[in-house]
C-alpha cells in the first residue's frame, strides 16, 4: 500500500495504519448522497472524522495530536465571525471512529456524509469512501484508496507519491546531488512497481543515467531471506560501481538501512528512500541508532512541525484555540535535534492541521463564489496559484488542473546521528 505523504508529526500514524491495515474500506456502489448537499445561502456543512487516539494505544499506536473536535470548532468559528466563506457559515460536524477498525471507518462515512450532509470532509484516514462512494469533497485524506476520475477531489497540501518523487529528484540535482554518480533503484515489494515505473521516467527526464534496477523479492515477514536478498543486491550495486541508491516505495525506503545493518555491511552508498514517511517510522523503531542511516538524503513536502509552529498564522490559530478552550494543552513541538523532542506529545498537530485546512478551504469557497457545488469548487481549487497558508515554510503553493495537490516548497531531510532521528538537512528549499 502506497502511504501518502502527511503532516511530519503525524507521519508515524499514518505509516503504522498503512502497514496495520492492509486495505481501507473499499467504496460500495454508486453514490448515496448527493454531490452538492450541505450548502445553503448561510451555511456550509462541514465534517472532521477524527481519530480516538485511545482506542490506537490499546493496539500499540500511543500518540496524542490534541482535540481536533476543540481545534476546527474554535478556528471555524473565528472564521466565521470574521466574514467567514464567502459569507457563508462553516458548521462542524464530528464522527469519532478507530482507524484499525475498519467498521469504524465506514460508520463514521456513512454518519458524515448520510446523516449530517457534509459538503466536505478534512482529513478522514480512508478519504475514497467519501470521494467515490458519497462524492464528498475531501481534503488531506490520509491513506488514499481507488477512485474514478469523476470521484470528487481530495485537495491536499502534501503531493502523493509519485509527483513528489519528480520534484525531490529535481531538487536533489539542482543540488548536484547525482554529478557524476552511478545510480540504481533499489524496492522491496511488487506493489512499489508502479512508483519504480515513475522514478526511471524521472531520472531519464533529468538524463540521470540509471545502472541498475533490483527488487528484494522475499516475503516481508521473512527478515532472513531478505537480508540475504538485499546483501546480495548490495554486491551487485556495488561491483557496478553504484554511489547513489534510490530506494523506491514504503519498503524500498526500509528495507535497505536495516538488512544494511543486519548483514553489517562494508558498503556505503548515498541511499535516497522516497517515502520520508516510512523511514521516520523505522527511524523511530531502531532503537539505539543505525549508522547506515548516515548516507540517508531525502525529502517532505511540508516543513517540521516546529518550524510550522513558529509561523505567524499557525501562532493566531494557537492563540484562537487557546482562547475558547483554556484547558486544551497545546505542547509547543521541539526541534528533532532536541533528545527531549520525542517525549513530548504532538498535540500541536491539530491545531495546525485545522488551521491550514479551514484556510485552504475558506481562499478556495471565496473564488468559487456564491454558486458553491462540488464542480465550482473543484474548478477553483485548480486555479489557485501562489496561494499563502499558514505553516508552509514561508512559501507559496499552487495547484493546477487535474492536480488538487500543492506545488511549493520542499524540505531536504538528513538523519542526526546525535539526536538519532530524522533532520531538516537545510532551510526549506526553494
Not at 537480508?227 to 561491483?239: L, V, Y
Not at 509561523?311 to 528533532?336: E, F, H, M, R, W
Not at 495537490?405 to 538528513?414: E, F, L, M
Amino acid at each position: 500500500m502506497g502511504i501518502k505523504r502527511a503532516l511530519p508529526a503525524a507521519a508515524a500514524l499514518v505509516t503504522v495504519l498503512g502497514t496495520m491495515l492492509v486495505t481501507g474500506p473499499a467504496p460500495a456502489g454508486a453514490a448515496s448522497s448527493p454531490a452538492d448537499q450541505g450548502v445553503t445561502a448561510t451555511t456550509i456543512q462541514a465534517g472532521n472524522p477524527y481519530v480516538n487516539f485511545t482506542a490506537l494505544k490499546a493496539v500499540g499506536v500511543d500518540i496524542n495530536e490534541g482535540s481536533f473536535p476543540d481545534a476546527y470548532s474554535a478556528i471555524a468559528a473565528y472564521m466565521n465571525a470574521h466574514g467567514g466563506f464567502d459569507g457563508r457559515k462553516l458548521v462542524m460536524n464530528y464522527a469519532e471512529m478507530n482507524p484499525a477498525v475498519a467498521a469504524d471507518a465506514t460508520s463514521s462515512c456513512t454518519t458524515l456524509t448520510e446523516d449530517d450532509h457534509d459538503f466536505v470532509v478534512f482529513a478522514p484516514v480512508f478519504p475514497a469512501c467519501y470521494q467515490t462512494t458519497h462524492d464528498t469533497l475531501v481534503e488531506g485524506g490520509s491513506l488514499p484508496g481507488a477512485v474514478t476520475a469523476s470521484s470528487a477531489p481530495d485537495f491536499s497540501l502534501a503531493a502523493p507519491d509519485a509527483p513528489f518523487d519528480a520534484i525531490m529528484l529535481a531538487n536533489f540535482q539542482k543540488r548536484g546531488v547525482f554529478k557524476g554518480k552511478k545510480v540504481a533503484i533499489f524496492y522491496g515489494a511488487d506493489s512499489d512497481k508502479p512508483e519504480v515505473t515513475a522514478v526511471q521516467a524521472d531520472l531519464k527526464k533529468l538524463h540521470i543515467p540509471l545502472a541498475l534496477t533490483a527488487e528484494d523479492s522475499a516475503v516481508a515477514t521473512d527478515v532472513v531471506a531478505s537480508d540475504q536478498e538485499t546483501g546480495s543486491i548490495a554486491e551487485r550495486f556495488q561491483s557496478a560501481g553504484v554511489n547513489v541508491v534510490i530506494g523506491v516505495g514504503g519498503s524500498g525506503s526500509t528495507t535497505w538501512p536495516r538488512a544494511q545493518l543486519d548483514n553489517q555491511s562494508t558498503y556505503k552508498p548515498l541511499y535516497i528512500p522516497t517515502s520520508e514517511s516510512s523511514l521516520l517510522s523505522y527511524v523511530e523503531t531502531a532503537k539505539g541508532g543505525n549508522p547506515y542511516l548516515e548516507e540517508v538524503l531525502t525529502a517532505t513536502p511540508t516543513p517540521f512541525t516546529y518550524v510550522q509552529w513558529k509561523d505567524p498564522g499557525i501562532q493566531k490559530c494557537v492563540a484562537i484555540v487557546k482562547k475558547a478552550y483554556p484547558s486544551d494543552t497545546i505542547n509547543a513541538p521541539l526541534n528533532p535535534t532536541n533528545p527531549a523532542a520525542a517525549s513530548v506529545p504532538a498535540t500541536a498537530t491539530s491545531v495546525i492541521q485545522a488551521c491550514q485546512f479551514l484556510t485552504l478551504f475558506q481562499k478556495i469557497a471565496d473564488a468559487a463564489g456564491k454558486k458553491l457545488t462540488v464542480a465550482s469548487f473543484t474548478k477553483a481549487g485548480y486555479a489557485l496559484k501562489n496561494a499563502s497558508l499558514p505553516g508552509t515554510g514561508g512559501g507559496l503553493v499552487s495547484f493546477a488542473n487535474n492536480q488538487p495537490y500543492a506545488i511549493g516548497p520542499i524540505t531536504v531531510v538528513t538523519y542526526s546521528p546525535t539526536s538519532k532521528t530524522l533532520v531538516p538537512a537545510s532551510a526549506t528549499a526553494k
